[in-house]
């Protein structure tokens, strides 16, 4: 059996655990990678490419659920750091033998002109998918960390485009990134409907 998951958020986590109990299943999850909130946005911005965290959460659960102790990984792929002291996360990369990874860690420090808080609270991971989203291609990044991780995730992009949503809301206020619009609680603004547009594509959502 066939399933497609059109998710790459909490909600395909928790379906990837259900359904992990039939191993007879096979998974492709459809992604926008549109997302651009705190450390996605910053190596958007940085490298030019689409948001890596769905697409590294996906990947990084599957490795979960094989339930393999690795500290390397699980610090790679979960920790948040501080990164203004890029000497400070060479060092653990050497520690666990991901020195490999520096060049890219290297191009984004020389491509950052933000400010030294966008750096203190940042996905480490997401600089390795991003740099590797501009060296090679998203679907050869894709199965890069499905190699490195041991892993198999199908993972479709609905367009490889570098595009951002934006919302029209019923007040006409515009939300210009995801995560203002996903972080919107006003529910006087959700009645009726409202706009989702990337570039010069609009569709139309109900609140």
Avoid: C
């Avoid at 933000?114 to 740099?131: E, H, M, T």
């Amino acid at each position: 059996m066939r399933i497609g998951i059109f998710s790459g958020g909490t909600g395909s986590t928790q379906l990837q655990e259900g359904l992990a109990q039939f191993p007879s299943i096979e998974i492709t999850h459809f992604l926008n990678a549109y997302d651009d909130g705190k450390s996605t946005g910053v190596v958007r911005d940085v490298f030019n490419v689409l948001g890596p965290s769905d697409i590294r959460k996906i990947q990084y659960n599957k490795w979960k659920l094989k339930k393999i102790s690795n500290e390397g990984i699980e610090w790679l792929f979960e920790s948040r750091e501080d990164i203004t002291d890029k000497d400070k996360i060479y060092g653990k990369l050497y520690k666990y033998h991901f020195e490999g990874f520096i060049p890219d860690f290297e191009e984004f420090y020389s491509n950052f002109t933000g400010s030294q808080n966008q750096l203190k609270d940042f996905s480490l991971a997401n600089i390795l998918y991003a740099s590797k989203f501009k060296k090679i291609g998203y679907e050869k990044t894709i199965e890069y960390f499905n190699d490195f991780l041991g892993v198999f995730s199908d993972i479709k992009l609905n367009s490889f485009e570098n595009e951002k949503l934006s919302a029209v809301l019923t007040d006409r206020t515009i939300l210009s990134d995801e995560a203002s619009i996903v972080s919107l609680n006003d529910s006087t603004k959700r009645r009726g409907f409202f706009s989702s547009f990337s570039n010069n594509k609009v569709f139309l959502k109900s609140s």
